[in-house]
């Protein structure tokens, strides 16, 4: 405890004095007594509760001399010190991808930031807490709440989204929070690099809370599979993120029935891969694949992919390199190649994969081009990025290498960017361009090519049964046909558990567990897989630390509790008693 305005001490002066004016007043008063009748009882009375007597004859003074006492203390500026969360404004990012659930004795990374978060919301004391989650749209749950049993309320709420937390969106969008003042950011996550935060405001400190433990992961890097009237093939590509040797049972369901398929024993080097193909595999509507192995991390270890039955040829233009139609042939997709001239014969259920641009608008079947013989490439430089889009779902983009590209067409969605220029686009109509010759890049000695072109079919294929394969959480407008009876669909996991619904023409979002999932409207039904983004099955050893120009002074700092309201409260309270005491004794006395 200690005393803000010591120079109000001199007001001691005013209880002494009236204290010594107490000690110097009439001790006595004479009173005319006519009878002496209750004279002996009066005196019993004050010798058996003596102190009671005296109190209750100097009641008023002793409330007044403690009232002035408090008085006192109150222009003192009494307070308390206590412990608390540094900066003027707190601003919590929470991130809800799915490596937060990587866990060590049992405990995942998200449920250990959890109880550390309900720990901290109790030394904010008093101050404005603003709390916001990661993912592809950062959401803000709480903003300036002071409340702790509200902030505890909703900690406890919070849950694990699987979505990539997108950084770079949740850094823009935290700094259009900032108020000029102190500010403290929390960033609870698995791992981040000290480069990847802004430093440049000098009011702003962030505390990184990591996972230091060194976790293992093993995942299903990479799972496709594709039918045809000879049986079902499928490829995967298995990952060991760890510097040891790990063995393990892989195995295929039918998603049906949920029999086994195939089962096989594998062993992956230390920080490797391991490729595994499977032919004449039993037809399917969709395949899940598991990995049973001893890790750290069991959400990568499972994937589901839809087989769509497709009766549409795939036609290669004979310009193009052998290595594109060999990526087809590995995914066990039948294609045919065609001389240039003879694409305009093509039927219309025919998917064409060319660089004739004049194909685009010539065709009314779906066209992805690679490369462009209309344009001339100029060279780039920078790293790849993509945007959430089906055709990603089983392909890692990150460690390819582009040297050239072809300009852009307008108006076409840009789905993946080297750097700034736009490297892979898609029309309208759902034609997908691929703005570089395969000369010009070393995507085809990577094995996510072949699954980017199976996938990339597979969406510009005609189902009516399937949607496709989505991201945690992601959104797209879907205008599907539903029954006259149904104005909405719902949607349902694969054990028939209601998850949510959504007017037919308005926004559909994808739910946020990986799996298989169907919507239903009256007598239809539709199905479609919700598939881990490839950015998710990777876990690295993260640390905390804190960055800033507070960070010197480390996480708390002393707050100052002012007493002043309580000793004011007091001292109302005695000045009611001492009304009351001297109501009862008179005021005419």
């Known amino acids: 405890m200690g005393f803000g305005q010591l120079a109000f001490l001199w007001t001691a002066i005013i209880p002494i004095t009236v204290l010594l004016y107490y000690f110097f007043r009439k001790k006595y008063t004479e009173k005319t007594i006519s009878s002496t009748m209750f004279w002996e009882t009066v005196m019993k009375e004050t010798k058996v509760s003596p102190y009671l007597q005296y109190l209750q004859r100097n009641a008023l003074f002793y409330l007044q001399m403690l009232a002035l006492f408090l008085l006192m203390f109150a222009l003192l500026h009494p307070y308390l010190k206590s412990q608390a969360i540094a900066g003027e404004h707190i601003i919590w990012v929470v991130d809800t991808s799915a490596t937060m659930l990587a866990s060590a004795n049992g405990e995942s990374v998200f449920e250990r930031h959890k109880q550390e978060m309900m720990t901290l919301s109790e030394q904010l004391a ?13 959401t803000i749950l709480l903003r300036d709440e002071t409340n702790v049993a509200f902030i505890k309320s909703t900690i406890d709420k919070l849950e694990v989204q699987y979505e990539q937390e997108n950084l770079p969106k949740m850094m823009d969008f935290t700094e259009s929070l900032l108020k000029g003042n ?34 293992e992961n093993v995942s299903i890097l990479r799972f496709g599979a594709t ?48 490729a595994l193909s499977f032919k004449d595999l039993a037809n399917s509507p969709g395949l899940i694949a598991s990995l049973n192995i001893d890790d750290d991390y069991v959400v990568d270890n499972e994937s589901t992919i839809l087989l769509q039955q497709q009766a549409s040829q795939t036609y290669v233009d004979g310009n193009l390199h052998q290595l594109v139609t060999a ?57 790849i990025t993509t945007e959430r889009d089906d055709v990603f779902a089983y392909t890692d ?29 898609r ?10 010759d395969i000369q010009m890049t070393d995507w085809p000695l990577h094995p996510s090519f072949p699954l980017f072109l199976w996938s990339s079919r597979e969406q510009m294929s005609v189902n009516s049964n399937d949607l496709g394969t989505f991201s945690p959480n992601e959104r797209k407008a879907l205008s599907l046909v539903a029954d006259e009876s149904a104005k909405e669909w719902e949607i349902f996991s694969n054990k028939d558990e ?35 983004e490839q950015q998710e099955k990777h876990i690295e050893k993260g640390t ?34 001492e009304w009351e005491v001297q109501r009862r004794r008179g005021f005419t006395n």
């Not at 008093?126 to 950062?138: F, I, R, S, Y």
């Not at 066990?332 to 259920?349: F, G, K, R, Y």
């Open 427 to 436: 029309s309208e109509k759902g034609d997908l361009v691929i703005l570089a």
């Open 498 to 532: 209601y998850i949510s619904s959504f007017e037919n023409g308005g926004q559909f979002s994808a739910p946020s567990k990986p799996g298989l999932y169907f919507i239903k409207s009256g007598q239809s039904e539709k199905q479609f897989a919700v598939a881990l």
């Open 327 to 383: 990526a087809f042939q590995a995914m066990d997709i039948p294609v045919s190649s065609v001389p240039t001239e003879q694409l305009a014969d093509l039927s219309e259920e025919a998917i064409v994969v060319t660089n004739q641009t004049s194909q685009l608008t010539a065709s009314k079947s779906p066209v992805m081009l690679i490369g462009r013989n209309d344009e001339k490439a100029k060279e780039v430089n920078g790293l």
């Open 227 to 274: 039918s045809s009237d000879k049986g079902t093939s499928a490829l995967a590509q298995l990952s060991n993120d760890t510097a040891i040797v790990k063995r393990g049972t892989f195995e295929i369901r039918s998603m049906v029935k949920g029999d086994v398929i195939v089962k096989e024993s594998v062993e992956i080097p230390p920080n490797d891969t391991l």
């Open 397 to 425: 983009m990150s460690d390819i290498f582009v040297s050239s590209l072809y300009p852009p067409f307008q108006n076409y969605e840009t789905i993946a960017r080297v750097g700034d220029e736009p490297f892979i686009q």
């Open 544 to 577: 905390s630390f804190a960055i800033g120009n507070a960070s010197q002074d480390g996480v708390q700092e002393t707050v100052k509790t002012s007493l002043v309201p309580w000793f004011l409260l007091l001292i109302v309270l005695l000045l009611i008693i």
């Open 126 to 138: 008093g101050k404005p807490l603003t709390l916001m989650t990661t993912g592809e749209e950062p």
């Open 182 to 215: 102190e500010t403290a950011i929390y960033l609870f996550t698995d791992h981040v690099e000290r480069s990847e935060l802004p430093i440049e405001n000098d009011k702003v400190t962030w505390f990184v809370k990591g996972s230091p433990e060194n976790l």
